[in-house]
């Protein structure tokens, strides 16, 4: 007797058997479960940086009869959202001294010319003569660091009057700090 093969039938038994054995191995078969948490964090650190913009009087009549001579310069500091600082000035390189000596907490400074002479002059953290800037906390500028820009902190100087000092160029370094 001759049986009749019939191959599409043959072929859907085939694929269907494929699926079907395939499907038992696409099913992962666990014995049981566990679950913890991840922590996760960061630290960030307090940290300022400062920059500064130079102060430059111009021009000043050294004959003793000059008027005082105002000028200003700047200070810009980067700190960490929220943190306090205090930005204090030195003495500068020529502080005076003598009888009135320089000090941190009061500095009388003096610009250094080409010549042995010096012409005398103040900083203020607050207007034209107004809070002198030193180098202790007190006579620092203190601020507080918030969202948005650094605003730069405007240094004031005045040449006080009157000085009688030969022509030439004067200048002097100040060590600018913050402290957070």
Same mark, same amino acid.
């Given at each position: ?59 000043? /009549? ?23 600082? /205090? ?22 400074? $003096? ?48 040449? $006080?009057?009157?000085?009688? /000092? ?7 370094? /100040? ?6």
């Amino acid at each position: 007797m001759k049986t009749k093969f019939n191959q599409s039938k043959l072929k859907l038994a085939f694929i269907s058997a494929v699926v079907a054995g395939s499907v038992g191995f696409s099913t992962a078969s666990f014995a049981g479960s566990d679950a913890t948490t991840l922590a996760i964090g960061a630290s960030v650190s307090d940290t300022c940086s400062i920059t500064t913009r130079a102060l430059n009087f111009g021009d000043y /009549v050294g004959d003793g009869s000059s008027g005082k001579v105002h000028g200003t310069g700047g200070v810009t500091a980067t700190c960490t959202l929220g943190g306090a600082a /205090v930005i204090t000035m030195g003495q500068g390189a020529n502080p005076v001294t003598g009888p009135v000596a320089s000090t941190d907490a009061v500095p009388k400074r $003096q610009m250094a010319g080409s010549s042995s002479d010096y012409l005398l002059y103040d900083l203020y953290s607050v207007g034209e003569e107004g809070t002198v800037w030193g180098n202790t906390e007190a006579t620092g500028l203190g601020f507080t660091a918030s969202a948005g820009a650094n605003p730069e902190q405007t240094v004031f100087g005045t040449v $006080q009057q009157a000085q009688n /000092v030969a022509a030439g160029s004067y200048s002097d370094s /100040v060590l600018v700090t913050i402290t957070f």
